[in-house]
């Protein structure tokens, strides 16, 4: 059974960073594509940025230019780097995970941005 571990959600200023982690754990598995997505009560669900195995990258309009994706395979960890955050950028973010043709969730981390 596959677990997807998130953890680096917290509270920051407006104009900080924080870095939010995925790591992948079980049996042995394939990981495709992995990525972010986040939402906020009452609002629709947004794919934040997803990276695939070869390392090509997308981005939500509304984080382009201040997040970036990342995965270190030999880890089966994915990372997302979040700068100049802004306060509506606070929501939950859940990593997601393609792995053996199945979609896996994690846990779900809040991230808060304070003006």
């Known amino acids: 059974q596959v677990q997807l571990v998130e953890s680096g959600g917290g509270s920051v200023q407006a104009g900080g960073s924080l870095r939010l982690s995925c790591a992948a754990s079980?049996?042995?598995?394939?990981?495709?594509?992995m990525g972010w997505y986040r939402q906020a009560p009452g609002k629709q669900r947004e794919l934040v940025a997803r990276?695939?195995?070869?390392?090509?990258?997308n981005y939500a309009d509304s984080v382009k230019g201040r997040f970036t994706i990342s995965r270190d395979n030999a880890k089966n960890t994915v990372y997302l780097q979040m700068n100049s955050l802004k306060p509506e950028d606070t929501d939950v973010y859940s990593c997601?995970?393609?792995?053996?043709?199945?979609?896996?969730w994690g846990q779900g981390t809040q991230v808060t941005v304070s003006a």
């Open positions: 997601y995970g393609l792995i053996d043709a199945r979609l896996y």
């Open positions: 079980g049996s042995r598995f394939t990981i495709n594509t």
């Open positions: 990276i695939t195995s070869g390392g090509s990258t």
